[in-house]
Each structure stands twice: as C-alpha cells, then as structure tokens.
C-alpha cells in the first residue's frame, strides 16, 4: 500500500470538496497579495501551477473544521454565526466567525512559533486587508460589525496560552481600499508584474507561469 499516496489523497479531497476551495471568485484573502493574482482571479484566468501543494495549508483546513465543528457545540445561545458566506458584486468571502452580540468577526490563522517571535508581525498588510473585508462583507449585508480579529494558531505549539490574538476596530476605509483595488484590476487588460519573488511564486501561487518573470513557462 502507498500509505504516502492515500494521506495525500485523504486530505487533497477532502480540500477540493470545501466550498471555499471551488470558489472562482476573488475573495478577501487574495485582495491585499500579489496584484498579478489577484488579476488572474478577476479575470476568470485558468490555474496553470499544480505544484503548489503545502501540508501546512492542509493542516489549517482541518484546523477549521475541528474549530467550526466545536464551536457549533458551545452556540448555546445561537449567538455565533460560523464558516458562512457572503458576496457583494466586487468580492465574495466565506467568514470564519462573526458573533452577534458582540459585533465581532475572528479568522483563524494556523502559522508557526517563530513566525510570532516579533509580536505582532505576524499581522501583515494582507491579513488587515482580509479581516476588514470581511467586515465589509457583513456590513454591506445588513450585520452590524464593530471589531475584527485574527487568531494565530500556531502548529507546533504545545500549550493553547501560545495562541494570539489581534484584535482592532472595523475601518471601512481600508476595505474600501481592497474594493478599489479589485474594481481597478477589472479594467486593466493586462496582468501587472508579480510582487513576490520568483520562488515564492513558483512554489506558492497557481498562476505562476506564462511571462511572469519575462520567461515562457506554457504555451
């Protein structure tokens, strides 16, 4: 038996089959990336790297699950809506969690021990782009949101007091920024240049190829 072979196919079925996974419109965790993406997604372009696969991302999935799942439990109240979706005609987003009374929405975010060694650096630019679209996902919907906050899980932690958190006050503006950002990509006819580098877009983004660093990667 190709036990390698089965784990792989176990959890990349598993990923496939989630809705966020077969989603083809930008959602908010690709707005506040890679510009050049974030126009392949736009514009309805085919994936053409299938070597992007990370057991770490896997990992995160099933994190997800296990948290929505438990969360379900503890709703006693039904006070926490959880993994639902919403769109608008710029963006669509599928949120983690949102609780009612508390106007609060959480993203969950598995990363490493290290990667939170510098405080809060781990909140990157893309992150607050994601949470306050989210936030205007809600808003835009009809759900009152006064806080977002990301929750960093980390997968090699042994202890839940190794979790942080970050937590601010919904600003539209900056997810307005994101709206701008999409609608500008709609118009441009071309992709723009990549903003990563070269290997990280070869090992990490699915629309690595064609000219992306000024060499013919397909056909």
């Known amino acids: 038996m190709d036990i390698a072979g089965l784990l792989k196919s176990a959890l990349t079925s ?6 966020r996974t077969q989603q083809t419109e930008i959602g908010p965790s690709s707005v506040g990336g890679c510009s050049r993406a974030a126009w392949y997604i736009i514009h309805n372009q085919p994936k053409c790297n299938f070597e992007t696969e990370s057991i770490s991302a ?10 929505a799942e438990g969360l379900q439990n503890i ?5 926490f809506m959880i993994e639902f979706e919403l ?9 983690d969690f949102y609780s009612k009374s508390e106007k609060m929405l959480v993203d969950w975010k598995t ?7 510098g405080g809060n650096k781990w909140v990157d630019k893309k992150k607050r782009m994601q949470v306050h679209l989210y936030g205007y996902l809600l808003e835009e919907n009809g759900y009152p949101i006064e806080t977002v906050a990301l929750a960093g899980i980390p997968r090699d932690a042994w202890n839940f007091n ?14 307005l ?3 701008a950002k999409i609608r500008q990509l709609k118009e441009m006819q071309k992709p723009p240049a990549p903003e990563e580098t070269e290997f990280f877009c070869k090992n990490f ?12 990667k397909r056909s």
């Open 111 to 117: 990363i490493t021990l290290k990667k939170i060694e």
């Open 205 to 216: 983004c699915e629309y690595y190829g064609g000219d992306c660093f000024g060499k013919a």
């Open 177 to 179: 920024d994101g709206i």
């Open 162 to 175: 190794q979790a942080v958190y970050y937590t601010e006050p919904y600003d539209r503006e900056i997810a």
């Open 75 to 79: 709703n006693h109240f039904d006070d």
């Open 58 to 67: 896997t990992m995160g999935t099933a994190i997800h699950a296990v948290i």
């Open 87 to 95: 769109s608008t005609p710029d963006i669509k987003g599928h949120i």
């Open 14 to 19: 598993y990923d496939d089959a989630r809705e």
